[in-house]
């Protein structure tokens, strides 16, 4: 088992940056693929990214690619979110999640942290 625990977020003006981190306690950190996801008020919980165990696979939702990057320190048992060009639509909270493979769908993942929440202002 993991467990997980999101931070980072915040209020930021658009176009500026912030990073979120993950950082997972419990067994096995560097075997689970990781992804972050994000849901917006009134809206289903979305695919953002996701990496493999290793950290050489990477995986974007389209409307993040160039902007935002996911990595991971498996010495250090956390999975950042490098977010940067923020938009208003980025508004969310913001979750980390593991699994075993690359899903794009929450249902597939097996745990999750509680989530930070990014305020972009326009």
């Known amino acids: 088992q993991v467990q997980l625990v999101e931070s980072g977020g915040g209020l930021v003006q658009g176009g500026g940056s912030l990073r979120l981190s993950c950082a997972a306690s419990?067994?096995?950190?560097?075997?689970?693929?990781m992804a972050w996801f994000r849901q917006a008020p009134g809206k289903e919980r979305e695919f953002v990214a996701t990496?493999?165990?290793?950290?050489?696979?990477?995986y974007y939702t389209d409307s993040v690619k160039g902007r935002f990057t996911i990595s991971r320190d498996n010495a250090k048992n956390t999975v950042y979110l490098q977010m940067n060009s923020l938009k208003p639509e980025d508004t969310a909270v913001y979750y980390c999640?593991?699994?075993?493979?690359?899903?794009?769908?929450?249902?597939?993942?097996?745990?999750w942290g509680k989530g930070t929440l990014v305020t972009v202002s326009s």
């Open positions: 419990g067994r096995s950190f560097s075997s689970y693929v």
């Open positions: 990496i493999s165990a290793g950290g050489g696979y990477t």
């Open positions: 999640a593991a699994g075993s493979y690359y899903y794009t769908q929450p249902k597939e993942y097996n745990y």
